[in-house]
């Protein structure tokens, strides 16, 4: 192959321009002579950003410790297809790089791709920014012919089979779980030869694919950030690039395309339905004479520690790209709170019969429903807490007359009735999500009602202790085997109500359950899922049932592992959080200047935004706190805030937002009009209770908003 000369990128930085121009005339002269010649820019002790002249062209690698990790394709650093075929791009025209310069920071490449109409001009600017390539790449058209069914194409290739995915939002590892259970509902990825996984980048909660490979016993890890963008020229209305993964034989490829999104084998289709894709076809570009079009994006490649853990890095990564921590455009926590506050009075009921939390609107009949979507029990620790900031003496018989009615549920082997409806007067159905939610919040309202002399826990106490003595039993027996991660909200319950009424054999359960979860989840082969009761796929609420459960048994054992663990879960339940504010067409949202960051998506299955992350913001804090990442507690006052929006003059806000292509009530019979729309007559109170629920929470952290 020739000689080879390795010159570090940071030579060009470190000199004065004089002794530049001699070094760039010094490589002219000597790049006459070598065949191959590699540039070296350094990114970290391990990570290089390589690019190599082979002959007249050049290739770019990102390598860690001296391997290729990400590399340019072999046909080309440019990609266009041409032409529109069998609903996908084709015949595909490739350009390699013919030029190379530097400009202080900037690694500049250059090309041209010569066809029949005229060329286009390629230009990749790249720079160093920590522990990432960032790359602004210029197509320009400078024909004299406007261009019809065209798609650029951004590929980067990753020496690896069957590589595990992991698109924030949309794909974990496959999604093996929702593929158990119904692979039409949600996408799915196994890395198969010709398998591609490729979405709108206003469906991602942060904007970028990631692999994980095994290399003999190692880990390695690789991702593509995108700055997200419209499409220019696009052929239809708010079609925007598209990000994702596709398989190859020997490799795999993260991409980003000017619009063809596909999944599940079925090509030109969105995401748009709970149960069903919607056609999404034609998604190519018209390029007029004279258009340029420049798309940012950032590479990364590393060293995983562990199998299960590659996307971490790339999930800080984004949060550092985007920097989501502004809070000037947000409510302010006074106002949401007296909001919620407002709502909730408005939710309470009291007869000689019942008294309780109403879960539905008007026009449903009165239910007072525990965890989940009711979180009937959940004002009776929050409202305690916030009593003071309220300074409304009704406090106390609300939460007294409530939680005295909830501990009137009828208890079984298999824990207690959630649902007491107030026509028949009955308590009925129950599930773990439901009952582990109720379960902390009882426990919390009993732990704080002890301090309050106005409050008395009596019957609390005893129904608490029953329930746990109920489900430690069943933890504890060897016939335990729960389904799916939904039993992880029991771990926090036992873990507070063993030390509040000095009990080990609670502590115990929920250590069994901590361990089992750890070892069922952490390596991703099986990502956390089951936590929401209207999918049956991976889905946020079920890594943040573990997230909770890790958290807790770290904190009564001060274990390092379970830290490590809520760590992971926590991570998990961060990537179902939005970084960035996703402009919205005409509708609703964007009547209302709506901003996206810190909401949070619900599953691959359900594909909207919703308020949930407002509960899971103190846990974020607290895992900023013995992380020691700012940016955690930041983000987790942003969560609270931002979810603060959309709130009506009765304090009231819809369940579901639709920030891309997916709709699950109201018209949904074009996929091209789903997006910005939103869902506000489901009601249902546990918006409102989680605001509250997390406010405490903060309050006795003495963290202020």
């Not at 970028?208 to 880990?219: C, G, V």
């Not at 936590?531 to 079920?542: I, M, N, V």
Request: hydrophobic share 35%; aromatic share 14%; net charge positive.
């Amino acid at each position: 192959m020739g000689h080879k000369e390795l010159i570090p990128y940071n030579y060009f930085c470190k000199f004065s321009v004089k002794k530049y121009y001699q070094t760039q005339t010094m490589l002219k002269k000597i790049k006459q002579f070598l065949p191959i010649l590699i540039f070296a820019t350094s990114i970290s002790q391990a990570q290089t950003f390589n690019v190599t002249r082979i002959q007249d062209v050049y290739k770019i690698q990102v390598n860690v410790n001296g391997l290729p990790y990400l590399s340019s394709p072999s046909e080309g650093l440019w990609s266009i297809a041409t032409t529109w075929k069998n609903d996908w791009p084709t015949d595909w025209k490739h350009a390699e790089a013919t030029s190379f310069n530097t400009y202080g920071e900037w690694t500049v490449l250059r090309g041209k791709l010569s066809l029949p109409q005229g060329d286009w001009h390629f230009q990749d600017a790249y720079k160093q920014e920590k522990d990432k390539v960032k790359c602004i790449r210029r197509f320009e058209w400078r024909g004299n012919e406007e261009l019809d069914s065209i798609t650029l194409a951004i590929r980067w290739k990753v020496k690896a089979e069957k590589a595990q995915t992991f698109l924030p939002g949309i794909l974990y590892y496959g999604n093996p779980s929702g593929e158990k259970n119904g692979v039409r509902k949600i996408p799915v990825y196994h890395g198969e030869t010709g398998e591609k996984a490729i979405f709108e980048e206003h469906r991602y909660t942060m904007p970028f694919a990631s692999l994980e490979w095994q290399d003999t016993n190692a880990f390695k890890g690789a991702a593509l950030h995108s700055i997200p963008s419209p499409v220019v020229g696009a052929n239809h209305f708010d079609q925007w690039w598209s990000l994702g993964v596709e398989a190859f034989e020997s490799d795999s490829e993260l991409v980003l395309l000017s619009g063809p999104i596909t999944y599940n084998n079925r090509l030109s289709v969105a995401k748009a339905l709970q149960t069903k894709e919607m056609a999404y076809p034609d998604t190519f570009m018209k390029v007029k004479p004279g258009t340029v079009i420049e798309k940012t994006f950032y590479l990364e490649a590393y060293d995983v520690d562990s199998k299960g853990a590659g996307f971490q890095k790339p999930l800080y990564s984004s949060i550092a790209i985007f920097n989501p921590f502004y809070v000037g455009d947000l409510p302010s926590y006074n106002d949401i709170l007296k909001s919620k506050y407002q709502f909730t009075k408005a939710r309470y009921m009291e007869t000689p019969t019942y008294a309780g939390f109403n879960m539905f609107p008007e026009n449903i009949v009165p239910q007072i429903v525990l965890g989940w979507a009711g979180q009937s029990e959940a004002p009776t620790y929050a409202l305690q807490v916030l009593k003071e900031r309220f300074k409304d003496d009704n406090i106390w018989g609300m939460v007294q007359k409530s939680l005295d009615h909830i501990t009137t549920s009828t208890i079984g082997k298999e824990g207690f009735m959630v649902n007491y409806n107030t026509n028949t007067k009955k308590w009925s159905s129950t599930d773990p999500v439901s009952q582990g939610q109720a379960m902390n919040s009882i426990i919390l309202a009993i732990k704080t009602g002890r301090k309050r002399q106005e409050i008395n826990t009596k019957l609390w106490e005893t129904f608490i202790k029953k329930v746990c003595d109920i489900h430690s039993k069943r933890i504890l027996s060897n016939a335990w085997n729960p389904i799916n991660t939904a039993e992880a909200f029991y771990i926090s319950p036992l873990l507070i109500a063993g030390k509040l009424f000095k009990n080990e054999t609670y502590k115990k359960a929920a250590l069994k359950m901590t361990e089992y979860y750890g070892k069922r989840h952490l390596d991703m082969t099986e990502p956390y899922w089951g936590g929401t009761l209207d999918a049956t796929c991976e889905d946020k609420e079920g890594a943040w049932g573990a997230f909770q459960g890790f958290l807790a048994a770290y904190e009564h054992t001060k274990e390092p592992k379970y830290l490590k663990w809520a760590k992971h879960a926590g991570d998990v339940t961060l990537s179902y959080t939005v970084v960035w504010d996703i402009p919205l067409p005409a509708g609703r949202l964007a009547d209302h200047n709506f901003k996206t960051r810190g909401w949070t998506g619900v599953s691959p299955q359900n594909q909207h935004l919703d308020v949930y992350g407002v509960l899971i913001a103190p846990s974020i804090y607290k895992l900023g706190v013995y992380t020691q990442k700012e940016s955690l507690k930041q983000l987790s006052k942003v969560m609270y805030r931002s979810c603060g929006q959309l709130l009506d003059p009765f304090g009231s806000q819809g369940e579901q937002i639709q920030q891309t292509n997916f709709a699950q009530h109201g018209d949904m019979s074009n996929v091209f009009k789903l997006r910005g729309g939103y869902s506000e007559g489901w009601t249902v109170y546990w918006i409102t209770a989680h605001f509250l629920h997390a406010a405490a929470q903060f309050e006795e952290m003495g963290v202020k908003l």
